[in-house]
């Protein structure tokens, strides 16, 4: 059978991001290529810290289809003439694909073992058609090449068709990285929180906020601690460089007028 292309991509600040919706990627993740799929969920945190790592400037650069979880990267697409672009929400990837049921085989990987079991509460009651295969919670801390091959076969094993991986950023992407490979035929989705706020254990932002680029906001306030460094640094670099990308599209526009 052959595979649609990938949707596109486009530069956001060294990141590219697809031009995509939500129907698409559970698309793509249901049917993947003979080689398998990682999908990538990327917001500020993810593309300005790629700006400095470039591991995981590789390990993005490598997934088939990364996603624009945050506003601010939507934000940064429209600016640059992409007026289509939406956000495409790691939770909303995740809950859409569970609701198709059928015959595929869905496989956690990552956080606690509370959480895991909560998300499996949950799968039961919510999405009653979805086939959960298995879930692992790995160790918490740097795995050697012994365990993490015993990881990824235990995943092996259970015959997935789609891993959702939560291990958070930068940790799950270099972890898609690494496995793509030993898993063919398999969808590795990278959705870092979206595991807590499936369980329940975490409370989502509401929608004004999320529609209005303010999620951060709201996790700042719920974890302060955990957050700050995060945010302290990337938000106003990232604003600095979408304003320097909406006065170079703008003065752009302006002189072609002039020239025309």
Same mark, same amino acid.
Request: aromatic share 10%; proline share 5%; no cysteine.
């Given at each position: 059978m052959a595979h649609r292309d990938p /949707?596109? %991509? =486009?530069? &956001?600040?060294? +990141?590219?991001?697809?031009? +995509?919706?939500? /129907? $698409?990627v559970v698309g793509h993740l249901l049917d993947p290529p003979e080689e398998g799929l990682v999908v990538a969920i990327a917001n500020v945190h993810s593309v300005m810290t790629a700006r400095r790592q470039p591991a995981l400037r590789r390990a993005l650069a490598t997934a088939g289809i990364v996603t624009p979880d945050g506003m601010p990267l939507v934000w940064a697409l429209r600016a640059a003439g992409h007026d289509s672009a939406i956000r495409v929400t790691g939770i909303e990837v995740? +809950? $859409? +694909?569970? !609701? %198709?049921?059928?015959d595929t085989r869905h496989f956690f990987y990552g956080s606690t073992p509370e959480v895991l079991a909560s998300i499996g509460s949950v799968a039961a009651e919510s999405y009653p058609e979805a086939t959960v295969a298995g879930m692992l919670s790995p160790p918490f801390r740097e795995l050697d090449d012994t365990e993490k091959t015993d990881l990824v076969r235990q995943i092996r094993a259970a015959a997935p068709d789609v891993v959702w991986v939560g291990l958070g950023m930068p !940790?799950? $992407?270099?972890?898609? @990285?690494? @496995? =793509?490979p030993l898993l063919p035929g398999v969808s590795l989705v990278g959705v870092g929180a979206a595991f807590d706020w499936l369980a329940g254990t975490t409370p989502i932002a509401p929608q004004w906020m999320r529609d209005r680029g303010l999620e951060w906001l709201y996790r700042l306030i719920l974890e302060p601690r955990r957050m700050w %460094? %995060?945010? &302290?640094y990337n938000n106003p670099a990232f604003l600095i460089l979408l304003v320097g990308r909406y006065v170079r599209t703008a003065a752009g526009r302006l002189l072609r007028r002039r020239i025309s």
């Open positions: /949707p596109s %991509r =486009h530069d &956001v600040f060294g +990141t590219d991001v697809s031009l +995509t919706t939500i /129907p $698409e995740m +809950t $859409e +694909t569970l !609701k %198709r049921g059928g !940790k799950q $992407e270099h972890w898609m @990285a690494y @496995a =793509h %460094r %995060r945010y &302290v």
